[in-house]
């Protein structure tokens, strides 16, 4: 069974420019997360998606953080504009139940 | 105050040791505690969740709740230079809440020297 998997695998971007990040979860989990963490700090919750449905996006930073996920299969994570505070590695999970139990690699994003 | 405190390590011991990891919490209402395991560059690796209080235990590991101290940890018996890692605790108060938001601690580097 393929695991999660997470593209880009690292992103470089400019303060202002926008940067989308994509997860596949493993087929048939229909819970997708979201979490973030910033250099130094804990891993924090972003949003949880049952199937294609948001279903807590409290973590969601500002409006500048957009995420969809087409079909209830894979995700993306938008930001535009990205700022500097952005920076950090970003992780999907996907489960079949409310664990989060399979992690992908993470994304890191650097703003600069 | 953060909701979860982790000590960051590192933590060194020999190979063979009884490894103790702990976290501490601020929030009754958290009812599922999970222990993940992260190698550098990787993404975490769930090895236990516990519902409630109690112990669980698998193989080399057992996770402890103790929810009236507001206390977790994770024991691992006979541990292996395999097991240097970094350590994360996470909680959810999923019944309070309605929903599956898992609060992290900032987790503990581990070593185990051969």
Not at chain 1, 6 to 14: A, D, G, M, R
Not at chain 2, 73 to 99: E, N
Request: hydrophobic content about 30%; overall charge neutral.
């Amino acid at each position: 069974e393929a695991g999660v998997t997470q593209f880009p695998s690292h992103s470089v971007i400019e303060k202002g420019q926008t940067v989308t990040l994509r997860c596949d979860p493993i087929s048939g989990h229909d819970n997708l997360y979201w979490y973030r963490r910033v250099m130094g700090k804990e891993i924090k919750f972003l949003l949880h998606f049952v199937k294609e449905s948001k279903q807590d996006e409290s973590g969601m930073p500002n409006n500048r953080f957009l995420a969809e996920r087409t079909g209830g299969t894979y995700s993306t994570l938008k930001v535009q504009p990205a700022e500097l505070e952005d920076s950090g590695v970003y992780f999907c999970a996907s489960s079949r139940g409310s664990v989060a139990e399979y992690f992908g690699p993470g994304t890191r994003l650097t703003v600069t | 105050q953060k909701e979860v405190e982790q000590d960051p390590g590192p933590l060194s011991v020999p190979e063979g040791a009884i490894v103790s990891l702990n976290c501490t919490y601020s929030n009754s209402a958290f009812q599922y505690f999970m222990w993940y395991r992260q190698y550098s560059r990787k993404g975490p690796e769930l090895l236990m969740y516990t519902y409630s209080s109690g112990n669980k235990e698998d193989g080399r590991f057992t996770a402890q709740v103790d929810k009236s101290s507001k206390y977790i940890s994770l024991f691992i018996r006979d541990s292996q230079p395999s097991d240097s890692a970094t350590y994360l605790c996470a909680m959810s108060d999923a019944f309070a809440s309605g929903t599956y938001k898992y609060i992290f601690g900032t987790g503990t580097r581990l070593k185990v020297l051969a």
